[in-house]
């Protein structure tokens, strides 16, 4: 079993990067063997909006009392290439509010479409054998989770090579 969790794998930035990772966790399973993805099922109209709504995280470290914080100062997006780069800011703060630490970074992240997935797992050698919106087994919807298990493929007609299946070779009919 292997589960590739907190959408990971979308930090993945290109398809061949992607097709490795999956190639190599592939030869990594025993035959049968199954894969767990946790990815997000990308919202239309999050991607296309230019300005999106301000997101901002916090928390409490519960041993430090120390506050946490986090926000997008800025997002953009290459559609070609399906990939979403935002510049986060963090902050540490102390009881009092007083500033500890503060950082940026930026996150990138490439959205993959539900049947790109699919075909993806396909080419290098899986089954899917479900699909869920949440970790409690709800049915796929929309914008939500992406949840995929999918089944390392068994079928000896099938050769994985590279991350990609070679078709049969043609069997000479009857003389």
């Given at each position: 079993m ?17 097709r ?11 035959p049968?063997?199954?894969l ?6 990308p ?27 986090g926000?997008?100062?800025r997002a ?6 399906q ?6 800011r963090?902050?540490?703060?102390d009881?009092n ?6 950082a940026t970074r ?29 970790f ?5 919807a ?19 090579s ?8 043609a ?5």
């Amino acid at each position: 079993m292997a589960f590739i969790a907190f959408r990971s794998f979308q930090h993945l930035l290109t398809v061949d990067e992607q097709r490795a990772t999956l190639t190599g966790v592939r030869r990594h399973l025993r035959p049968g063997g199954r894969l767990a993805l946790h990815l997000f099922d990308p919202r239309f109209d999050l991607l296309a909006d230019e300005n999106p709504p301000a997101i901002r995280q916090s928390g409490i470290d519960p041993a430090t009392q120390r506050r946490y914080a986090g926000e997008i100062l800025r997002a953009g997006r290459d559609y070609l290439n399906q990939i979403r780069r935002d510049l986060w800011r963090y902050a540490e703060t102390d009881l009092n509010g007083a500033l500890l630490e503060e950082a940026t970074r930026e996150m990138a992240l490439r959205w993959t479409y539900r049947w790109e997935l699919r075909h993806l797992l396909e080419l290098c050698g899986f089954v899917v054998e479900a699909e869920y919106s949440d970790f409690r087994g709800a049915p796929p919807a929309y914008g939500k989770e992406l949840v995929v298990v999918a089944r390392r493929e068994t079928n000896p007609r099938k050769r994985a090579s590279g991350g990609r299946f070679r078709a049969p070779s043609a069997r000479a009919g009857p003389s």
